[in-house]
């Protein structure tokens, strides 16, 4: 048997005359489109796009976590009392800006290769505030370790040639000691600073007088010697450098630079 709809309430007598039923029919569908507006349609999720990190700000990052790294080898090396440990943390928190600013700008120039000095610059900076605020034996802890480091800095430039020498000219074992030994004799200390600089726009041949190895090269090595292969330019800043926060005060010995000193550190929130 049929169910009886009218009586089950399902079904209301008499009929709307088609004016009404088109205008019900539309008021329906418009409020469900105005409640879902992708209804019927597949909703895809927007891409993520990261913004590209600003160069200028790793670069400063990058620098004061040298001066960071720095300060807690002074400490270590020369053992500050709590005193010279916040002179020290006010002067780097103060000028390290200013000191290292010339240089940031240089290491954005389109034009440069290699890397600027930071390893350098930070170091003459922090041997010079050691000099005005620790003692002098203090001071000669720190100008010995100094001097430790350029020596190992030596050996590693001279090995850096050697390796790209031998890569290019394929030098014999004799060779490879003769111009080492050259390289000894005719050092400066200038050459080198940091370990990733590029000379020559291709070589990690620091001011070489290529007339050097004249009398110890073949002339199929000589002209060899003479191809030069420019370099791509580098990024701004290696990622691998030591890295600290703009917005995070310079601490040793359980201390920070004093709270009067302004840190002027947009970050990323925006252009320092």
């Not at 088609?18 to 469900?32: D, I």
């Not at 160069?55 to 990058?62: E, F, G, S, T």
């Not at 030596?154 to 080492?180: M, R, Y």
């Not at 290696?238 to 600290?244: A, G, K, N």
Request: net charge neutral; hydrophobic share 40%.
């Amino acid at each position: 048997a049929q169910p009886d709809l009218l009586h089950a309430g399902f079904v209301r007598p008499g009929r709307r005359p088609p004016f009404q039923q088109f205008v019900g029919f539309g008021l329906f569908f418009v409020c469900v489109f105005v409640a879902h507006p992708l209804v019927g349609q597949q909703q895809v999720p927007l891409a993520v796009i990261k913004p590209k990190p600003n160069a200028k700000w790793i670069v400063q990052r990058q620098v004061k976590g040298l001066f960071q790294n720095e300060l807690e080898l002074v400490e270590a090396i020369c053992k500050p009392n709590r005193e010279q440990s916040q002179k020290l943390l006010d002067i780097a928190e103060s000028q390290w800006r200013n000191k290292t600013r010339r240089e940031m700008s240089k290491r954005l120039q389109q034009h440069v290769y290699g890397a600027v000095d930071f390893d350098g610059l930070v170091e003459r900076t922090i041997q010079q505030w050691v000099s005005e605020i620790l003692t002098a034996e203090q001071s000669a802890a720190y100008e010995a370790e100094l001097a430790d480091r350029m020596k190992f800095r030596k050996n590693a430039l001279i090995t850096q040639i050697l390796v790209w020498l031998q890569s290019k000219l394929q030098l014999s074992g004799e060779q490879q000691d003769q111009i080492e030994e050259v390289l000894r004799a005719k050092w400066k200390d200038r050459w080198f600073r940091s370990i990733e600089a590029t000379f020559d726009n291709e070589t990690l041949l620091p001011e070489l007088n290529r007339s050097w190895l004249d009398s110890i090269l073949t002339d199929a090595q000589r002209n060899a010697l003479a191809i030069r292969t420019p370099q791509a330019r580098a990024e701004p800043a290696p990622q691998e450098y030591i890295s600290y926060p703009l917005d995070k005060r310079f601490r040793i010995s359980g201390l920070e630079s004093s709270d009067s000193i302004l840190l002027d550190a947009n970050d990323e929130r925006g252009d320092p």
